[in-house]
């Protein structure tokens, strides 16, 4: 439908991803962002003051049956991710959102179901679907490089929560909508499932404290795959950690996209020649979805299958 022009987008919300996707749609080739909403008028101003030539409004609901738009980029809070996709879906708007698909996990399974129904793109901004390090895990999985999978660890460690750059968003700590485990992840259980399959949770747990979330620690399987997540806020430094064991090598994947190989005699860091993978990147494999072309990028069924794992922590809180 937009082979022949820029694809119109507009992006609700504008805190720290939504800032960021508008400063790489605007530059973007194959992109003219036409409007962005945010309740807040502090951020909208702050946007004004980078991209003058944007239209903005203080309500994101007229963006959603906006005849002027192609697609939606959603960074608003997780809480209404819902609506707003499903509405935008439903007046045939193609929908890229932040992770997580949602809280609720009847809201993610009616986005799911709207997505199926409408027949519209729909794609979840994980990380992992495109960066570097994961394609070349991928590759070597798919190749028998890693021999058998023996096992997945993720790791996580904050010295604070919120990260620093979170710090005006305030739902990121309530446990209604926030914690690390939907902030982060969510990034790597998707690259898990991507990798090896399905996850089945066989044990979580989750402890609150004043910060929200402090600590959590899971077992699943992919097929017969062990899976252990764990992650904690302390006295340490910042730490992003996914491995998985193989017969043969075994691969290590730190600081959201630096590659380690491992083997009998140590990690050895990987020097990829190939992009690492950015907000631009994925922007760049959204447009290939809204023009009807494969792209790279999570579905809302990816999404539902990350929620219901993320979400199985918070069944039983401590």
Do not use: C
Not at 300 to 311: K, M, N, P, Y
């Amino acid at each position: 439908m937009t082979k022949d022009r820029n694809i119109r987008l507009g992006i609700i919300g504008l805190g720290v991803m939504g800032s960021e996707m508008l400063d790489v749609a605007s530059r973007h080739p194959e992109f003219e962002v036409v409007l962005a909403a945010d309740p807040s008028a502090q951020a909208i101003t702050r946007a004004q003051a980078a991209h003058p030539q944007v239209a903005y409004s203080r309500h994101p609901e007229e963006l959603l049956d906006h005849s002027g738009l192609d697609a939606l980029y959603i960074a608003s809070p997780p809480a209404t991710h819902a609506d707003f996709a499903v509405r935008a879906m439903k007046a045939g708007k193609a929908v890229f959102a932040e992770k997580p698909l949602a809280v609720d996990l009847a809201e993610g399974e009616g986005m799911v179901a709207a997505a199926a129904a409408t027949g519209a793109v729909n794609a979840l901004n994980f990380v992992m679907s495109d960066r570097s390090a994961a394609l070349a895990v991928g590759r070597a999985l798919q190749d028998g490089e890693a021999g058998t999978a023996l096992g997945v660890e993720i790791r996580f460690t904050f010295p604070q929560w919120p990260r620093a750059f979170q710090q005006d968003a305030h739902w990121v700590v309530g446990r209604s909508q926030g914690g690390f485990l939907r902030e982060v992840a969510s990034h790597y259980v998707f690259l898990t499932d991507r990798l090896l399959g399905p996850l089945s949770p066989v044990h979580t747990h989750l402890t609150y404290g004043t910060a929200g979330e402090m600590r959590a620690s899971g077992l699943f399987l992919a097929g017969n795959v062990p899976v252990t997540l764990s992650g904690q806020i302390a006295a340490v430094p910042e730490t992003y950690e996914w491995t998985l064991y193989g017969t043969k090598r075994s691969y290590r994947i730190t600081n959201w996209g630096d590659l380690w190989l491992g083997d009998h005699a140590g990690w050895t860091p990987v020097e990829l020649d190939t992009p690492r993978g950015s907000e631009e990147t994925r922007l760049s494999e959204f447009a290939r979805a809204v023009r009807g072309e494969d792209s790279t990028l999570a579905d809302f069924a990816a999404g539902l299958r990350v929620q219901q794992i993320i979400e199985r922590f918070h069944r039983e809180v401590r």
